[in-house]
């Protein structure tokens, strides 16, 4: 039995995507552990009011349709922050991603949670700090085989490049090329528009992700709020396509979201 002086509550998030300042909450799931050895569940959807993407419905199982009668976070804000009370927290990845998103969330509701004056069991930090997880450990999970000379540019090139030949046979399809691993790249509503990652797609808007106005205001409510802004942008030292935007939404020329993303 987990040995425990002070509540514990272990939770984990499902959500639209991973940016952390705007993504939403679907399903919000907690254990409550007890110093009794009691155990309390809270399980429950979260309608997002903004589209769930495909890649999340894929991973998740939970669609738009899932939580269209599902209550707002706003609705279940109380009951979640009463359930958690005073306790310590626990998750995996919780200290990097689903706590700052429930504080957020919570913050968005017009409350607060501190999460950061209590104490946090963190387990994928205990999984890194105590089991490998370098080229040596992903050589001998896929290919079975102790990688000899590690370190040495060419050793570790060539256990690559065995890996790689692995990970096709397990995840994919006899006859896909190697492209097919490129599926696994973990890429939702929140790509950037430029290779310098000044701005970023999400939810078909286009967030900056610099300067005061860093990941809270579309290209086109800076327009709209901060022309003067932008006419910094265009004169600073940014690249040739960074001014070119903020010049043609000086214009009130926008780019649109693509249908389709390379």
């Known amino acids: 039995m987990l040995k425990i002086t002070k509540n ?11 940016w952390i300042e705007q993504d939403k909450i679907i399903e919000i799931a907690m254990i409550k552990c ?13 309608n997002p009011e903004i589209d769930i993407p495909k890649i999340v419905t894929d991973l998740t199982g939970i669609s738009n349709e899932d939580v269209a009668n599902a209550p707002k976070f706003r609705d279940l804000v109380n009951e979640v922050l ?32 501190e999460w950061q004056h209590r ?11 105590n089991e490998k997880r370098d080229l040596t450990a992903a050589y001998e999970f896929y290919c079975k085989k102790n990688l ?37 790249n973990y ?7 430029d290779e310098e990652g000044k701005f970023r797609w999400w939810n078909g808007k286009l967030y900056m992700m610099f300067g005061k106005y860093a990941k809270k205001y579309t290209i086109q409510e800076i327009a ?39």
């Open 8 to 18: 514990l509550v272990v939770l984990d998030l499902e959500t639209t995507g991973i």
């Open 34 to 46: 007890l110093p009794s050895g009691e155990r309390i569940t809270y399980d429950k959807r979260v």
């Open 82 to 113: 009463e359930f958690i009370g005073d306790a310590n927290l626990a998750g995996f990845n919780v200290e990097r991603f689903d706590l700052p998103l429930l504080k957020r969330e919570v913050e968005d509701a017009g409350l607060k949670f």
């Open 119 to 129: 104490s946090v069991f963190d387990a994928q930090k205990v999984y890194h700090i």
């Open 148 to 184: 000899e000379n590690a370190h040495s540019a060419l050793a570790d090139t060539s256990a690559t490049l065995e890996i790689l030949e692995a990970q096709l046979d397990k995840y994919c399809s006899p006859t896909d090329e190697i492209s097919a691993l490129s599926e696994f």
């Open 187 to 193: 890429r939702n509503n929140t790509e950037f528009y």
């Open 224 to 262: 709209k709020k901060d022309k003067g802004y932008l006419e910094w942008v265009s004169s600073a030292n940014f690249s040739a396509e960074i001014k070119d935007l903020a010049d043609r939404a000086l214009q009130g020329k926008f780019p649109e979201y693509p249908a389709e993303r390379p």
